[in-house]
């Protein structure tokens, strides 16, 4: 069964204290038609810092009280955990996940909406991000500003996923999966880990589910960057990540491109190549520094970080990945 028509607002916080108030403010600042429903719901998710507090004072300076406003608390550490809570929650058929640094634009939500209201068979809807970084801005990382989230998202169609920052998802599609025995192989951010992916997995199982997978560049808001995570390091740390998640995701790529070779072939063969292309690469970076050549290039430690990061997620998760994908053939077998 559907879920009210509307959108369900879902902000998951870590730490948001001081990310929540611009976010929140641009929320309020929405020009939503009054015969649209919609809600906020802010899920603290684990914080250390007064994330809760922050967010009811900074909502309660608008006073909008037809807009419900909702704060929950999910003690368990992990973006999935939070989102889960709040897609539990939600009282509305659409289901925006807003990111405590995401500015939305005045007309978002109603064009989501609208969007979202007009075609059925779109199952999972993406926005256009703008690149905003907190001033003064870090030049040494301009080249690299692709690495956060922004831009019009070409690939949807082709592709089938968006990313989650600022995504819509139907409700009743993702609560019909999780109720079909369907789990996630990536768990969030959490702590230091960035791995990523949890919006892929959605977009994958929407698409494979009988749904449309596509993005809007007329739905635009901002990604605020701050200057803590404008840095070589944090880009080095993203492409590591990022490259770790590509391989939990080979869960779903052999269903979507018909590859009916068996699941453990593919990936113990890719972990018997990448091992092969890891110690290659070691070696050449190591005798590189013994001959005192000069200081490794970002575009080398970037390129060295995505080779490690694949051949450590292939390492450990070679078994997880095997029963994931045997598991998720199961669910889709009986969906179908």
């Not at 719901?41 to 009811?56: E, F, G, L, P």
């Not at 997620?313 to 078994?319: D, G, I, S, V």
Request: hydrophobic letters at 40%; glycine letters at 6%; a positive charge.
């Amino acid at each position: 069964m559907s879920a009210k028509p509307g959108i369900s607002v879902i902000v998951c916080c870590y730490n948001s204290a001081e990310r929540l108030p611009e976010t929140l403010r641009h929320l309020a600042l929405q020009q939503v038609p009054a015969a649209v429903p919609w809600e906020i719901i802010v899920i603290d998710n684990a914080s250390t810092d007064a994330t809760a507090v922050v967010a009811k004072q900074e909502w309660d300076k608008y006073g909008d009280k037809a807009i419900a406003f909702n704060i929950l608390s999910q003690p368990v550490a992990g973006k999935n955990h939070a989102f889960n809570m709040g897609l539990k929650a939600a009282g509305y058929e659409f289901v925006l996940t807003c990111d405590d640094d995401n500015w939305l634009y005045p007309d978002y939500i109603a064009r989501a909406y609208r969007v979202m209201a007009g075609d059925p068979k779109v199952g999972a809807l993406g926005g256009c991000a703008f690149y905003e970084p907190q001033q003064p801005a870090n030049s040494e990382i301009a080249e690299f500003s692709y690495y956060y989230v922004n831009g019009p998202q070409t690939w949807a169609e082709t592709d089938h996923w968006v990313y989650g920052a600022g995504s819509t998802y139907r409700k009743s599609i993702l609560t019909g999966l999780f109720d079909s025995g369907w789990d996630q192989i990536t768990p969030g951010r959490k702590g230091k880990s960035l791995i990523s992916g949890e919006d892929t997995e959605f977009c994958f199982m929407i698409y494979l589910s009988g749904y449309k997978i596509i993005a809007d560049d007329e739905l635009k808001f901002k990604h605020f960057v701050p200057l803590k995570r404008q840095n070589i390091s944090y880009i080095l740390g993203l492409s590591f990540w990022l490259s770790y998640s590509h391989v939990l995701m080979n869960t779903y790529y052999p269903i979507l491109n018909a590859d009916e070779r068996p699941i453990s072939q593919i990936i113990n063969d890719w972990f018997f190549g990448a091992t092969k292309t890891y110690l290659k690469n070691l070696l050449l970076l190591t005798l590189k520094k013994m001959k005192f050549w000069d200081k490794l290039t970002v575009a080398e430690q970037i390129k060295f970080n995505k080779i490690y990061g694949t051949w450590c997620a292939l390492l450990t998760n070679r078994k997880k990945v095997i029963a994931h994908h045997k598991r998720t053939r199961f669910v889709l077998s009986n969906k179908n």
